[in-house]
C-alpha cells in the first residue's frame, strides 16, 4: 500500500486553502519558502537521521550528537547557507546540542552585554566556531535567586585580573547545556567583589578548556551531571558541572556594555567621566527581585567614595534574556503544533466502537469527548503563533529604542516575555501530554513521537526562568500599574486597558506589603493578563488582511475556540466576579460546541498548514500518508530486543524459573 494517502477523503473534506495558510503559519511567503526548503533538505539527508535516538545508550546518543553538529556545520559551510537558513537548519536537524547553547546564549550575551571591543575580539572567533561558548550562570545551591550565586570575581589591581573561585560546594556551576563535555568557553556569572567590597553578580568570559587538546585548564574541575528525563531527549546535551579553584583571567574579561571595572588610572568615557582607580556597578538579579527604585543602574567610584548615576536603567541587563525567551515563546508554537499534528492526523486514523451493520467503525476524531480535548489545542499552537510573531515585534521595537536611548517601554517588554514564556511553555507542556494520552495505548510508545517530545519540552517551564518565579514577576509590574492609576502615569500598550476597568480606577493596590500572602492569588491574576495578551493579539492578526480562500474564517474559528474554552474553563472566576451570567456561561459552551463542529472536516488541513515533514514530526502515528499499523508493526521489529528470539538472559535467568532449578541457579 505504499504511496497510498490513508488521510486523502480527510484532506479533500477541508473548506480553506492550505497553501495559503502555510504561508500564514510561516510568517511570510518568504519564511514558508526558506522554512520548506531547509526542512526537506534535512529530512532527505540520512546524516540526519534521529529514528534509533531512544534506543541509544547516552555515550553513543552524545556521540552522534556531536557527529551531527559537525555536519550541520560542514553542510551550513558547504551549501554557504544564510544566518537565517542555518538557524532554520539547527531547528529541523531537531536534536538539543551545544550548539543550542552557543548560538542561543552564548553569542546573544556577548552581544548584549559586552563592550564593542569585547564583541570585535570574541564574536568572529564564537561565528566560526573557533571557540565554542556555554553560559554558565545556574549553581548547584541556586538558580532562580541569581543575587544568591556563590562564585566570586574577586579583583586584583596588582595584576589587573580577576580571580574566579567556587568557595563552596554548593556554589559548583551545574546545569548549563554544552559545559559538561565541549564548550571551550563559558560566560560564568559571579559576585564581583573589589576593594573588599561585594557589587554584585556580573557575567565573565571564561576559557575553560585548551583549545589545542581540549583538556581543561588548570584551576578547572569541570564534567557532566548525568542522565536526565526520559529516553534520547535531553540526554544528547552535555549539561554541565563546573568549579573554579582561583582561576585568573584578564580584566577586559568582565561583559562591560553597561558596568564596568577599571584599572588603576585609566579614564572614565561616556556618561561618567572622570579619572578613577575602579568603577563598578550595582544591579539586582538577572532573573529574580524587583526593580529599583528608580531603575538606574548605580555606578560607584570608590577611590573618592563618590556615587554617580548613568543613563542607563538596570533592566539593560535584561536585554539578552527578553531575546531568549521570546525564541521560547515561538518555539512553543512549534513544540505544541508538533504534538497536535501528530494527535490529530492518529485520530482521523483511528478507530474505536460505533460499527453499524457491520460498517467501520467511528474515527475516534468524531467523539465530541476528543474534539473537545484536542481543537483547544490546536487553537492554542496557532495562537501561541500569533502572539510569537507579535513578541518578535516588540522585541524589535524595543531594541530600536534602547539605542535611541528610550528606555519607556523596557518594564512592559519584560513582563510581556516573562509572562508569555510562562503561560505558552506551561501549556504546550501540559498540551503535549494531552495529546499523549488522545493517542490512546500507542501513545506511549517511543515510535509515536510524543514521549520524547514530552521529554524535551518539559524543561522550558523550568530554564530561563523558572514559570512561577516569572508570573510573581508579572504581577509584581500590574500591582505596580494598579498603584499609579490614579496618578497621571497613564498605562499605555498592553497595560492600557486598565485604565479602561472602572473598577480598577478605584482601587488602591494594598498588597504592597501583603504580596507574599496574596502571591497565589496574583500568580492567577498574571495568568489572566497574559491569556488577555494572547487573545487581543489574536483578534489583532484577525483585523489584518489575510489573502487565501477560507483562511481567515479557519482563523477565526479557531480564535473563538481559543477565547471561549478559556471562559468555559474559568467559568467560575467569571461568574463569582460577575463579569457573566450563567445565561452566558451555557450561551458560550453552545457555541464552543458549533465551533468543534465547524473545525472537524478542516482540522487535518489545519495540521497539514504547519508543513512538516514526516522527518521532523518523528512520529509513526503523526505519519502524513496515515499509513499507521504497517509501521508500527515494522518498527517493532527493528527493536534491539528482537535482534533475537531468545533473549540474551534466557538460559541464566528465564530457564531456571521454567525448570524449577530457580535454587541451583546462578543469579
Ligand atoms: C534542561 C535544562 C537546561 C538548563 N540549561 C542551563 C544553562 O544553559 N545555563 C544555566 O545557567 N542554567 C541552566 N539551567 C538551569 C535553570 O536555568 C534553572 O534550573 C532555573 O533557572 C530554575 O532555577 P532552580 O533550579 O534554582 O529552581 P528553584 O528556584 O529552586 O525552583 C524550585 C521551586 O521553588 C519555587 N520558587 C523559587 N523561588 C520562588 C519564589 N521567590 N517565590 C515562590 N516560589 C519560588 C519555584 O516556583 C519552583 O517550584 C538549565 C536547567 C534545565 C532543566
Known amino acids: ?91 529541523y536537524v531537531d536534536e538539543p546540542a551545544f550548539t543550542d547553547v552557543h548560538w542561543g546564549m552564548f553569542i546573544p550575551a556577548i552581544k548584549g552585554q559586552g563592550t564593542e571591543e569585547q564583541q570585535q575580539k570574541w564574536l568572529p572567533l564564537a561565528y566560526k566556531m573557533q571557540i565554542i561558548g556555554c553560559y554558565a550562570q545556574t549553581e548547584l545551591g541556586h538558580g532562580s535567586n541569581v543575587q544568591g550565586l556563590e562564585t566570586t570575581a574577586t579583583f586584583d589591581p596588582q595584576t589587573d585580573e580577576f580571580i574566579i573561585h567556587s568557595p563552596t560546594l554548593t556554589s559548583s556551576k551545574w546545569w548549563p547545556g554544552g559545559l559538561g563535555k565541549v564548550a571551550t568557553h563559558a560566560i560564568a556569572y559571579a559576585l564581583l567583589i573589589v576593594g573588599g567590597r561585594e557589587q554584585g553578580v556580573h557575567g565573565f568570559i571564561v ?4 583549545l589545542e587538546d581540549h583538556s581543561p585548564l588548570p584551576g578547572m574541575t569541570v564534567g557532566d551531571i548525568g542522565m536526565k528525563f526520559g529516553n534520547g531527549a535531553y540526554n544528547a546535551m552535555d549539561n554541565g558541572v563546573l568549579r573554579f579553584d ?15 571595572v577599571l584599572g588603576r588610572g585609566s579614564s572614565l568615557l561616556g556618561p561618567w567621566g572622570g579619572k578613577t582607580d575602579f568603577v563598578y556597578s550595582q544591579w539586582s538579579a538577572l532573573r529574580g527581585g524587583p526593580v529599583g527604585a528608580n531603575g538606574k543602574v548605580v555606578l560607584v567610584v570608590t577611590c573618592e567614595g563618590k556615587y554617580k548615576q548613568s543613563d542607563v536603567p538596570r533592566q539593560l541587563v535584561y536585554g539578552a534574556m527578553l531575546y531568549v525567551r521570546q525564541t ?7 513544540a505544541l503544533s508538533r504534538a497536535v499534528c501528530i494527535a490529530t492526523r492518529y485520530s482521523a486514523v483511528r478507530r474505536q466502537f460505533g460499527s453499524q451493520n457491520g460498517g467501520p467503525e467511528t474515527q475516534v476524531i468524531d467523539y465530541k469527548t476528543q474534539q473537545s480535548r484536542l481543537f483547544p489545542l490546536l487553537a492554542s499552537a496557532y495562537a501561541f503563533r500569533f502572539v510569537g510573531e507579535w513578541l518578535k515585534w516588540l522585541y524589535a521595537d524595543v531594541t530600536q529604542r534602547l539605542q535611541a536611548n528610550d528606555f519607556s517601554t523596557l518594564p512592559e517588554a519584560h513582563a510581556c516575555t516573562a509572562g508569555l514564556k510562562s503561560l505558552t511553555t506551561t501549556a504546550t507542556a501540559d498540551g503535549i501530554e494531552e495529546c499523549r494520552k488522545l493517542c490512546g495505548g500507542h501513545g506511549y510508545l517511543c515510535s509515536s513521537g510524543l514521549p520524547e517530545l514530552f521529554a524535551v519540552y518539559v524543561p522550558a517551564c523550568t530554564y530561563e ?25 497613564k498605562p499605555v500598550g498592553t497595560i492600557a486597558y486598565m485604565t479602561r476597568v472602572e473598577h480598577l480606577m478605584q482601587c488602591r493596590c494594598g498588597v504592597q506589603r501583603g504580596f507574599a500572602e496574596l502571591s497565589a492569588d496574583l500568580v492567577e491574576a ?45 467559568q467560575g472566576d467569571f461568574l463569582s466576579t460577575g463579569c457573566i451570567t450563567p445565561k452566558h456561561a451555557a450561551l458560550a ?38 499509513n499507521v499499523y504497517p509501521k508500527l508493526y515494522e518498527a517493532a521489529w527493528k527493536d534491539p530486543l528482537n535482534e533475537s528470539v531468545v533473549p540474551d538472559g534466557y538460559h541464566q535467568y528465564i530457564r531456571p524459573l521454567l525448570k524449577q532449578e530457580i535454587r541451583t541457579a546462578r543469579l
Open 246 to 260: 582561583h582561576v585568573r583571567i584578564p580584566r577586559n574579561q568582565m561583559l562591560m556594555s553597561h558596568v564596568m
Open 465 to 489: 526562568g523558572e514559570n512561577t518565579v516569572l508570573l510573581l514577576q508579572v504581577a509584581r509590574f500590574l500591582m505596580k500599574t494598579v498603584s499609579q492609576l490614579g496618578s497621571s502615569k
Open 526 to 570: 498574571a495568568v489572566a493578563h497574559c491569556q488577555l495578551l494572547v487573545v487581543s493579539k489574536f483578534i489583532e492578526k484577525l483585523q489584518q488582511e489575510i489573502p487565501g480562500k477560507g483562511v481567515k474564517q479557519q482563523l477565526e474559528v479557531l480564535c473563538n475556540i481559543y477565547a471561549l474554552f478559556l471562559l468555559h474553563k474559568h
Open 589 to 626: 459552551n453552545d457555541e464552543l460546541r458549533s465551533l468543534y463542529s465547524q473545525v472537524r472536516p478542516n482540522a487535518i488541513a489545519l495540521v497539514d498548514a504547519f508543513n512538516y515533514t514526516d522527518h521532523y514530526l518523528g512520529s509513526i502515528l503523526g505519519c502524513y500518508d496515515g
Open 328 to 334: 521560547i515563546v515561538a518555539d512553543a508554537s512549534c
Open 207 to 210: 576559557q575553560l578548556r585548551s
Open 1 to 91: 500500500m505504499e504511496g497510498v494517502d490513508h488521510l486523502a477523503h480527510e484532506r479533500n473534506k477541508s473548506e480553506f486553502d492550505v497553501d495559503a495558510m502555510k504561508i500564514v503559519w510561516a510568517g511570510s511567503p518568504h519564511a514558508f519558502v526558506v522554512s520548506d526548503r531547509i526542512s526537506k533538505l534535512v529530512a532527505s539527508d540520512p546524516g540526519f537521521r534521529k529514528d534509533n535516538r531512544s534506543t541509544l545508550s547516552r555515550k553513543e546518543l552524545f556521540k552522534n550528537t556531536l557527529r551531527k553538529a559537525a555536519y550541520a556545520w560542514k553542510t551550513i559551510i558547504d551549501l554557504h547557507l544564510s544566518e537565517e537558513e542555518a538557524a532554520k537548519l539547527r531547528f
